[in-house]
C-alpha cells in the first residue's frame, strides 16, 4: 500500500497540490482578487511616456542586427561556436540594456533604485516570497500549457505540439559545456533580469502612472510581454506568468521578487529539458 501509494502522490503531484491550495488561499483571502492590490502605491518617477522604448529598441534593434552582422562575418563556424555567440550577444546585449536602465532609472525615479523596486535588503524576504508566487501560479500555468495543446490540436489537428524555447532547443541540440554554461547564465539570469526590469520597472509602472489601476497596468503589460516572444504557442501561458510576476511587483514594490520568479521559472525549465534529455 505504502509503494502504490507513492507512486500515485509524486513529486509533481505534491507541487501541483501545493500550488492549487496557495491559489486557493490567495483567492479566499483577496475576494478573488478584488482586494488584492487595494494597499498598492504607484511609484514616484518623471518618466516620459517615450522612455521604456529605448531599452526595447537597443534590445530588439541592436541585438538582432548584431547577430545578423556576426552570422555573416563568421558564416564558417562550427553550429555550437555560432550557438554560443549568439547567445554570447544576447547576454552582452542585455547587461547594457540593464545599464540603460540604470541609468535612467536613476534619473527619473524618486528614491532612485530603492524607488524602481531594487532594494538589496529585501533579497532574502522577496526570493522566498518568488517560490511561493511561483508554486501558486503554477497549476494555472499548467493548465494554460493543456488548454492550448487542446486547442492546437483541434484546429490543426493531432499532429501540433507546442514547439520549445529556441535556446531549450539549443541546449539539447549542443552538448559542449561552453554552449551550456552561457545559455544557463544568458536565458536563467541575465535576460530574465532584463526583462523584467523593462516590462515590470518601466513598461507597467509609466502604465500605471497614467491610468491609476494597478490590475489593468498588469493586464497590458502581461499582453506586450507575451507577443514580444516570438512563438504565438507560448503566448498563453506567458501571460499568466507575466500576470503572476506584475501582481509580485505591484504588491511588494520590489522588482527583486519578479525577477526571482522569472529567473526561477526559466532555470526550472531549462533543467526539466536537460533531465529528459
Given at each position: 500500500?505504502?509503494?502504490?501509494?507513492?507512486?500515485?502522490?509524486?513529486?509533481?503531484?505534491?507541487?501541483?497540490?501545493?500550488?492549487?491550495?496557495?491559489?486557493?488561499?490567495?483567492?479566499?483571502?483577496?475576494?478573488?482578487?478584488?482586494?488584492?492590490?487595494?494597499?498598492?502605491?504607484?511609484?514616484?518617477?518623471?518618466?516620459?511616456?517615450?522612455?521604456?522604448?529605448?531599452?526595447?529598441?537597443?534590445?530588439?534593434?541592436?541585438?538582432?542586427?548584431?547577430?545578423?552582422?556576426?552570422?555573416?562575418?563568421?558564416?564558417?563556424?562550427?553550429?555550437?561556436?555560432?550557438?554560443?555567440?549568439?547567445?554570447?550577444?544576447?547576454?552582452?546585449?542585455?547587461?547594457?540594456?540593464?545599464?540603460?536602465?540604470?541609468?535612467?532609472?536613476?534619473?527619473?525615479f524618486a528614491r532612485r533604485l530603492k524607488g524602481f523596486g531594487l532594494?538589496?535588503?529585501?533579497?532574502?524576504?522577496?526570493?522566498?516570497?518568488?517560490?511561493?508566487?511561483?508554486?501558486?501560479?503554477?497549476?494555472?500555468?499548467?493548465?494554460?500549457?493543456?488548454?492550448?495543446?487542446?486547442?492546437?490540436?483541434?484546429?490543426?489537428?493531432?499532429?501540433?505540439?507546442?514547439?520549445?524555447?529556441?535556446?531549450?532547443?539549443?541546449?539539447?541540440?549542443?552538448?559542449?559545456?561552453?554552449?551550456?554554461?552561457?545559455?544557463?547564465?544568458?536565458?536563467?539570469?541575465?535576460?530574465?533580469?532584463?526583462?523584467?526590469?523593462?516590462?515590470?520597472?518601466?513598461?507597467?509602472?509609466?502604465?500605471?502612472?497614467?491610468?491609476?489601476?494597478?490590475?489593468?497596468?498588469?493586464?497590458?503589460?502581461?499582453?506586450l510581454f507575451a507577443i514580444v516572444h516570438a512563438d504565438a504557442g507560448?503566448?498563453?501561458?506567458?501571460?499568466?506568468?507575466?500576470?503572476?510576476?506584475?501582481?509580485?511587483?505591484?504588491?511588494?514594490?520590489?522588482?527583486?521578487?519578479?525577477?526571482?520568479?522569472?529567473?526561477?521559472?526559466?532555470?526550472?525549465?531549462?533543467?526539466?529539458?536537460?533531465?529528459?534529455?
Amino acid at each position: 500500500m505504502v509503494k502504490q501509494f507513492a507512486d500515485i502522490i509524486s513529486v509533481t503531484n505534491i507541487i501541483y497540490l501545493t500550488g492549487l491550495a496557495l491559489l486557493t488561499w490567495w483567492l479566499l483571502k483577496t475576494s478573488l482578487g478584488k482586494n488584492a492590490l487595494v494597499d498598492s502605491a504607484p511609484r514616484r518617477n518623471s518618466m516620459p511616456l517615450y522612455m521604456p522604448f529605448i531599452p526595447l529598441l537597443i534590445w530588439f534593434g541592436g541585438v538582432s542586427l548584431t547577430i545578423s552582422i556576426t552570422r555573416k562575418l563568421l558564416s564558417d563556424l562550427p553550429d555550437w561556436q555560432s550557438a554560443f555567440l549568439d547567445n554570447l550577444i544576447l547576454c552582452v546585449g542585455a547587461l547594457i540594456s540593464i545599464t540603460v536602465i540604470v541609468f535612467l532609472v536613476r534619473a527619473n525615479f524618486a528614491r532612485r533604485l530603492k524607488g524602481f523596486g531594487l532594494n538589496v535588503k529585501t533579497i532574502h524576504k522577496d526570493f522566498s516570497a518568488a517560490v511561493v508566487n511561483l508554486l501558486a501560479v503554477w497549476p494555472p500555468l499548467i493548465f494554460m500549457i493543456v488548454l492550448t495543446t487542446l486547442f492546437g490540436k483541434l484546429i490543426f489537428g493531432q499532429q501540433f505540439e507546442m514547439q520549445q524555447h529556441e535556446e531549450l532547443k539549443m541546449i539539447t541540440a549542443y552538448p559542449q559545456l561552453a554552449v551550456r554554461m552561457m545559455i544557463v547564465i544568458t536565458a536563467a539570469v541575465v535576460v530574465p533580469t532584463f526583462e523584467e526590469m523593462l516590462f515590470r520597472g518601466l513598461f507597467q509602472t509609466m502604465l500605471r502612472s497614467y491610468l491609476l489601476k494597478p490590475w489593468l497596468s498588469i493586464v497590458i503589460t502581461s499582453g506586450l510581454f507575451a507577443i514580444v516572444h516570438a512563438d504565438a504557442g507560448h503566448w498563453p501561458a506567458l501571460f499568466v506568468l507575466s500576470m503572476c510576476m506584475g501582481y509580485s511587483y505591484e504588491k511588494s514594490g520590489s522588482l527583486f521578487r519578479p525577477i526571482f520568479i522569472h529567473c526561477l521559472f526559466n532555470a526550472i525549465s531549462i533543467t526539466a529539458v536537460l533531465h529528459s534529455a
